[in-house]
């Protein structure tokens, strides 16, 4: 079986950037996988299994980023993945924002 | 950006007392709240935040290494602080294991973009091996905070 790498960009939506949820998210789900997984901005290119990694992009709101996966499920992790990353960017901030106190 | 860039000095704790999730988030909230402008701070109020924030997924990202955050309306800058265990945290890591080196932050609740700037200056920092075994090794206040102003890889 010949493997195979898939790309596909994608753009952050979420005001808050790709932010450590989404970061932590992305990678516990890339390492269900066997395929590799990297993800590129520009010229850097990071391990998508590394948090760590992750963070490094410090992607904002409207940053292209390049989904590459490969191996033998990159057929299946290349959907799953844009998927987590679109559904993320979508997502409001559930942080509720604290009252403001004056001391 | 450096991490001495918004860690601040005299917050930092070269050898954490708690040994708990709960005890480690409030031992660096109050350590971090002397140390600042806002001296007066409610801790409990940031504490909660930040236990707020650790019940939707852990900031235990692995590597030994926990990233504990929130943003805080009374901060008008990024303010942080780290914290050296030396027995080790459970910290429901997403690897599972035990975490030694904490970085904690509070950043306004409008900044996203040095929220991320400075995750990204912690992360490159504490996914340098040598790095993190050098604060493991520090045992003074100003052993890690020059460590943090040279930064990974000088």
Do not use: C
């Amino acid at each position: 079986m010949t493997e195979r790498t898939l790309e596909k960009k994608v753009v952050i939506t979420n005001p808050m950037g790709f932010h450590m949820r989404p970061v932590a998210a992305f990678a516990t789900l890339a390492r269900q996988f066997q395929s590799d997984v990297y993800l590129r901005r520009e010229d850097q290119r990071v391990n998508g299994k590394s948090p760590l990694d992750l963070l490094l992009l410090a992607a904002e709101q409207g940053t292209e980023l390049t989904l590459e996966v490969s191996g033998p499920d990159a057929a299946t992790a290349l959907p799953a993945l844009v998927e987590l990353l679109t559904n993320y960017a979508a997502d409001p901030d559930p942080e509720p924002p604290l009252p403001t106190k004056r001391h | 950006m450096r991490m001495s860039d918004f860690v601040l000095r005299d917050a930092i704790i070269p050898d954490l007392k708690a040994t708990s999730k709960e005890g480690v988030i409030r031992e660096m909230v109050e350590s971090l709240l002397a140390a600042s402008a806002y001296k007066n701070g409610d801790v409990e109020e940031v504490v909660r935040a930040i236990q707020k924030r650790e019940m939707l997924g852990s900031t235990g990202i692995g590597r030994g290494v926990a990233i504990p955050h929130t943003k805080h309306s009374s901060v008008d800058r990024l303010i942080g602080t780290i914290a050296v265990s030396r027995t080790g945290v459970a910290f429901d890591s997403l690897d599972g294991e035990p975490v030694y080196v904490f970085v904690l932050l509070v950043s306004p609740q409008d900044r996203p973009g040095d929220h991320l700037r400075a995750l990204e200056n912690v992360s490159r920092s504490l996914r340098d091996d040598s790095f993190v075994g050098a604060l493991r090794r520090a045992r003074t206040r100003e052993e890690i905070w020059t460590l943090l102003e040279g930064g990974a890889n000088p």
